[in-house]
């Protein structure tokens, strides 16, 4: 399986950065969507931004204004700037992509990355 491979997770005080990465396989075709996934304890998985092949981008309300989705030219990286970050924004963070191709869709994640914000 294509894997996407994450980094830039850890341990921040509030208030702090962090920027994530997770690099995408050169053999994926045709994606139209990539996004940021990320699972608090006892939540489900919540959607957290995504950017459309057109360079669209939309986010979840609680990291507005603090949180920057972004890609490479090539669509080969994507990236989560989180600024301004608070306790409740740790989570396990996923990367994800979605291509289409004749007959359907495939979709990839990221094995998931620890962020964890506290003093």
């Known amino acids: 399986q294509v894997q996407l491979v994450e980094s830039g997770g850890g341990l921040v005080q509030p208030g702090g950065s962090l920027r994530l990465s997770c690099a995408i396989s050169q053999s994926i075709f045709n994606i139209k969507v990539m996004g940021w996934y990320r699972q608090a304890p006892g939540k489900q998985r919540e959607l957290v931004a995504i950017?459309?092949?057109?360079?669209?981008?939309n986010y979840v309300d609680a990291v507005k204004g603090r949180f920057t989705i972004s890609r490479d030219n090539a669509k080969t990286t994507l990236f989560l700037q989180m600024n301004a970050l608070k306790p409740e924004d740790t989570a396990v963070y996923y990367c994800?992509?979605?291509?289409?191709?004749?007959?359907?869709?495939?979709?990839?994640w990221g094995q998931g990355t620890q962020v964890t914000v506290s003093s």
């Open positions: 994800y992509a979605a291509s289409q191709f004749s007959g359907g869709v495939n979709t990839y």
């Open positions: 950017i459309a092949s057109g360079g669209t981008t």
